[in-house]
């Protein structure tokens, strides 16, 4: 595969992240204690933190098919390992896709003091030796499917000119049960600043449909899939991310409640 390189950018590694686990995948995390190295990037408009997970224990990081590669958000203490957020094991081939930017990691130090990412301008081809870890730092073009079958953008909300607001549910999950009082306080009295986007994740169609109709959550209903979920650096449910008029995000894993104090604050301050 041909590949030009840009400059190279080094990432240390120098925060101990704390993860959390998902109860719904016993024995992810092994039984004796992993250690995962992060640090953040800050470069091309594009912030993000990268990780490395020393999966089996033995203080080296870049074993191919052993350890962990994971990304986080910016500025993250945590990281979430569950298969179904951005993650990959060590392949032959590391690449990092976020805004349609992509980098390749060019070095992991054995000990996962720093890595050495370049950025790269072609689309690198998925095999058994190569990875490909996609997210986002600002609202994507992505399309995804609205409850009544009907198709929309994420980024075409941006023509409201207002903040957007991207929460993940399920009716399975009581958190987002115990939540939702506040997500319909923070739609009642600031719709006109800030569009909701609800994305269900796991529910049938009809259950998602009959739960919406009757708790009255009258804005924008999605469906989330894996894909999305990876994309939105998700780590659990209830889960949000609050976007500017831009697309920019203001805050990662955020509240129904922190997003109703947001415009509050920001109201008693004008």
């Known amino acids: ?85 951005s993650w990959s094991r060590v392949k032959k081939n590391n690449f990092i896709e976020c805004n349609g930017r992509f980098f390749k990691v060019i070095f992991i130090q054995p000990q996962g003091e720093f890595v050495v990412i370049s950025q790269v301008f072609k689309f690198p081809k ?16 992505d399309s995804f499917t609205l409850l009544d079958g009907k198709e929309a953008q994420f980024s075409n ?49 009809t259950d998602a449909i009959n739960f919406a109709k009757k708790n009255k959550m009258i804005w924008v209903q999605g469906i989330s899939t894996e894909k999305i979920n990876r994309k939105f650096l998700l780590n659990g449910f209830p889960y949000g991310v609050l976007f500017d008029e831009t697309g920019k995000v203001i805050k990662w894993d955020t509240t129904p409640r922190e997003v109703f104090n947001y415009f509050n604050f920001n109201q008693n301050n004008d």
């Open 126 to 141: 998925e095999d058994d030796n190569t990875s490909v870890i996609s997210f986002v730092d600002k609202l994507p073009n």
């Open 157 to 205: 909300y941006l023509e409201q000119k207002k903040l957007i607001y991207v929460e993940f549910w399920g009716t399975w999950c009581h958190g987002c049960i115990q939540v939702l009082p506040d997500l319909i306080e923070l739609n009642k009295k600031y719709s006109k600043k800030v569009t909701i986007i609800s994305m269900n994740y796991e529910d049938s169609i």
């Open 1 to 85: 595969m041909n590949v030009v390189y840009a400059e190279n950018d080094t990432i240390f590694l120098t925060k101990l992240m704390r993860p959390i686990a998902s109860k719904a995948v016993p024995g992810f995390i092994q039984k004796r204690p992993a250690i995962i190295n992060g640090g953040d990037f800050d470069k091309y408009e594009i912030k993000f933190c990268f990780a490395l997970k020393d999966d089996n224990a033995d203080l080296i990081f870049n074993q191919k098919e052993k350890d962990v590669l994971l990304i986080g958000n910016y500025q993250s203490d945590s990281i979430y390992i569950h298969p179904s957020v």
